[in-house]
């Protein structure tokens, strides 16, 4: 990922002033394959470097409270990978640290930045679809399909206690609460790990979770996230089915929206010269030319460097928002250990 915040970062026109890493070793290849200009010795001194104004956090989940909030105090700005905190408690601690310290503090929901995603909730906003009834979603990889396949993030010292939400059906939330313009007010979910230990540990967070959930205005949705669905890599998809229309975005198919009507259906293709304005401006090639992962990641990066020269870019995810994942993991685990319905806070 920190190859990925170094590229948005060099394309929005800030330089790679310097980087940590866990050794020195570790950091002097990372500066040199990122284009930083310098290491520093430890996280410590980059962020109490003076010339350093937006630090970026990309260590494993557990550390990134401590780094953000080191960060937060020492008045710089800071884009913090997702999960924000593998507690909800750590998370609304790093919501207040921001807001005291009166800086511009991001997480990566960068499937946002898709234009077509921007299509979507634009229609959704002007009735497009009509009254909301139902949404079905999914986020599904492959890359824990085996036993022997393993991460730091299926050790919840590292990773935290949930893996396949945290990691990928916070994404996936965080789009359909985007796209929709309301909140999950209630669900009910259940996890599996479907091997309990990989490589040569024990696993205690989940490979795959179901999700029932309710929406604010009482519409129903069915999620399903799985790190374990062979042939899936990235495939992220929301689809809303309401009283007028249905649309469908496929983050493997960036350049397509599906609209779906009762008497005929069409396939949206982006085009800067007839998409919603809030859509069209995150499109950098004209239609044809094809946009992706890192040109979202890239219109996130810009936004935040906006927000810190102090404009209000619409859409942009803040701190609150990886709060906002984190109360949805702490739901999602809570109905799976106890199987009831839990009302989501907030």
Known sequence: MARVHAAAAQAAGSPIIALASSTPDRAAAAASRLGAARVEPDAAALIAASDIDVVHVCTPNATHAPYALAALEAGRHVVCEKPLATTAADARRLVEAAAHAGVIAAVPFVYRYHPMVREARARVARGDVGTLLSVQGAYLQDWMLAASDDDWRADAATGGPSRAFADIGSHLCDLLEFVAGERIARLTAVTRRVFDRRAEHEVDNEDIAGILAELASGAVAT???????????????????????????????????????????????????????????????PAGHPMGYQDAFDGFVADVHAAVRGEAPDGLPTFADGLRAAVLTEAVLASAARREWIEVEG
Request: net charge positive; proline share 5%.
């Open 223 to 285: 999620l399903l996230v799985s790190q374990m669905a062979p042939g899936r890599k990235n495939g992220l998809t929301l689809e809303l089915h309401g009283t007028a229309a249905s649309l469908r975005f496929a983050q493997e198919r960036p350049e397509e929206l599906w609209v779906g009507g009762r008497h005929g259906s069409q396939l949206l293709l982006r085009d800067p010269e007839t998409a919603d304005a809030s859509s069209a401006r995150l499109q950098r090639m």
